[in-house]
């Protein structure tokens, strides 16, 4: 391999890994595929292409005959690695970072866990469900019962998640396990509003990121990304009224 080969080998690793982490951190097809492109461009290669899907990356450099293919299966919300390598696309923009410290800091940040403890996940959860039943223009006797049924919801959520791969599978005994709690407190007089409190239980199990990525998506022309995001959404949102339904009819 020559000088050359090598260094475009290396460039396109380094555009390919930068993508593969944005995508999995929640980032939008379009911002990946851009992104991906100006780091080619800032190494000198103008002419680049890639085509991404929420599932994988397609990157390929006119005039070298190669061509880097990844797949993405895991993805999760994590807008902070996202910002980071957007950092680290500017200052390679900018031609302050080689190629190989780019691939070692991107590296570093792909290994890095930066999403907050379990914990402290559960207890925002629970915090915005009580918010939420707020904003719903619930009564505040019903603040602390919604923010039980959050927390407890969003934990088995994570907990089913973890035990089932199925995001489908857990995310519909979640919110069935949200409309159970929620039942309970009613009839055991803690909770009033039973419509209030599974409305504000279940928002932190809503896909608010995903719906908004796949409108950015659809408007920026991605459409392959855009309705397969929406569609996701789509089956999130579905699981959700199911499992809720489930109780009521039971």
């Given at each position: 391999m020559t000088n050359t080969q090598k260094h475009s080998h290396d460039v396109m690793e380094v555009c390919v890994l930068a993508g593969k982490i944005m995508l999995q951190s929640g980032g939008e097809t379009y911002r990946v595929e851009d992104t991906m492109t100006r780091i080619a461009a800032a190494y000198g290669y103008h002419h680049s292409h890639s085509f991404v899907t929420p599932t994988g990356i397609i990157f390929s450099i006119d005039g070298e005959h190669s061509t880097k293919l990844i797949r993405v299966s895991d993805r999760t919300t994590d807008l902070k690695k996202v910002t980071i390598?957007?950092?680290?696309?500017?200052?390679?923009?900018?031609?302050?970072?080689?190629?190989?410290?780019?691939?070692?800091?991107?590296?570093?940040?792909?290994?890095?866990?930066?999403?907050?403890?379990?914990?402290?996940?559960?207890?925002?959860?629970?915090?915005?469900?009580?918010?939420?039943?707020?904003?719903?223009?619930?009564?505040?006797?019903?603040?602390?019962?919604?923010?039980?049924?959050?927390?407890?919801?969003?934990?088995?959520?994570?907990?089913?998640?973890?035990?089932?791969?199925?995001?489908?599978?857990?995310?519909?005994?979640?919110?069935a396990l949200i409309g159970v709690i929620a039942i309970l407190f009613v009839r055991l007089g803690i909770g009033i509003d039973l419509d209030k409190i599974i409305i504000g239980s279940v928002m932190p199990l809503v896909p608010g990121l995903l719906i908004t990525n796949a409108v950015r998506d659809l408007i920026a022309g991605h459409l392959v990304s855009g309705i397969s995001k929406g569609a996701e959404a789509f089956l999130t949102a579905f699981a959700i009224g199911a499992g809720i339904a489930i109780v009521f009819s039971i």
């Open positions: 390598v957007n950092g680290i696309s500017r200052r390679i923009s900018s031609g302050s970072l080689e190629v190989k410290a780019a691939y070692q800091e991107l590296k570093e940040v792909e290994a890095a866990k930066l999403v907050y403890h379990t914990s402290i996940q559960i207890v925002a959860a629970a915090i915005a469900s009580g918010c939420f039943l707020i904003m719903f223009q619930g009564q505040w006797n019903d603040f602390i019962p919604a923010m039980i049924t959050g927390g407890i919801g969003f934990s088995s959520l994570l907990y089913l998640h973890h035990l089932v791969k199925l995001k489908f599978f857990a995310e519909f005994m979640s919110s």
